[in-house]
Nanobody, 120 residues
Framework: QVQLVESGGGLVQPGESLRLSCAAS????????MFWYRQAPGDQRELVAK???????DYVDFVKGRFTISRDNAKKEVYLQMNSLKPEDTAVYYC??????????????WGQGTQVTVSS
């Protein structure tokens, strides 16, 4: 069984930073693209950033220049460094990954989410 567990959320003031982490565990053969999504109350879940297994990254416009996604393949972890946070960044942040398990089945997995609140 595969699990993704996020950590690092919290309450910060506008302009401050947070670093989210997400660790994958279980019977994993290979991890492909990894993603960070977020969902604010009343809104749909939206993609924030993604990183391919080789390190290529992509961001949505509203976080470009402020957020950085990275990964450590040896540790099976993905990170989201969030700088210059704004109140509109307040949301539950989820990591997701396309994972091939030991029995060669590829599926998309999701973490349980971590709350990020930006408020003065």
């Amino acid at each position: 069984q595969v699990q993704l567990v996020e950590s690092g959320g919290g309450l910060v003031q506008p302009g401050e930073s947070l670093r989210l982490s997400c660790a994958a565990s279980g019977s994993i053969r290979m991890i492909g693209t990894m993603f960070w999504y977020r969902q604010a109350p009343g809104d749909q879940r939206e993609l924030v950033a993604k990183i391919e297994s080789g390190g290529r990254t992509d961001y949505v416009d509203f976080v470009k220049g402020r957020f950085t996604i990275s990964r450590d393949n040896a540790k099976k972890e993905v990170y989201l460094q969030m700088n210059s946070l704004k109140p509109e960044d307040t949301a539950v942040y989820y990591c997701s990954a396309r994972i091939r398990t030991a029995d060669l089945i590829t599926s998309d997995y999701w973490g349980q989410g971590t709350q990020v609140t930006v408020s003065s």
